[in-house]
Nanobody
Framework: LHLVENGGGLAQPGGSLKLTCLSP??????VGWFRQAAGQGREGVAC?????????NYVDAVKGRFVISRDDSKTMVFLQMNSRKPEDSGIYYC????????????????????WGQGAQVIVSS
């Protein structure tokens, strides 16, 4: 499964940016987003299950500001980032795994089977 992230770029503090994860020719089951700031480790940001009720989970730092969702065809997963802060800057990676995954431990990198190349996001005035 080849994952591609789109939508990275520059946003001012307090602004919004939307990332898209897709895998050309494939539907996506459970999907997560990680980020890595310069000089730091990779951090789990959000997760969405493949279930019909679309369960989600977020790291505390982004709860209430970021929203993970998918399109009806399940070919794309989005990360809407609102009220951006400078500490949200980094490279954002899309990850995917099988449909049974429940997102309960999504911050564990070893639980993901597929990774994208990453998209850089900069929050700066």
């Amino acid at each position: 499964l080849h994952l591609v992230e789109n939508g990275g770029g520059l946003a001012q503090p307090g602004g919004s940016l939307k990332l898209t994860c897709l895998s050309p020719g494939h539907t996506l089951d459970a999907v997560g987003w990680f980020r890595q700031a310069a000089g730091q480790g990779r951090e789990g940001v959000a997760c969405i299950t493949a279930h019909q009720n679309e369960g989600t989970n977020y790291v505390d730092a982004v709860k209430g500001r970021f929203v993970i969702s998918r399109d009806d065809s399940k070919t794309m997963v989005f990360l809407q980032m609102n009220s951006r802060k400078p500490e949200d800057s980094g490279i954002y990676y899309c990850t995917a795994t099988d449909p049974s995954y429940d997102c309960s431990g999504f911050w564990r990198q070893g639980e993901w089977d597929y990774w994208g190349q990453g998209a850089q996001v900069i929050v700066s005035s």
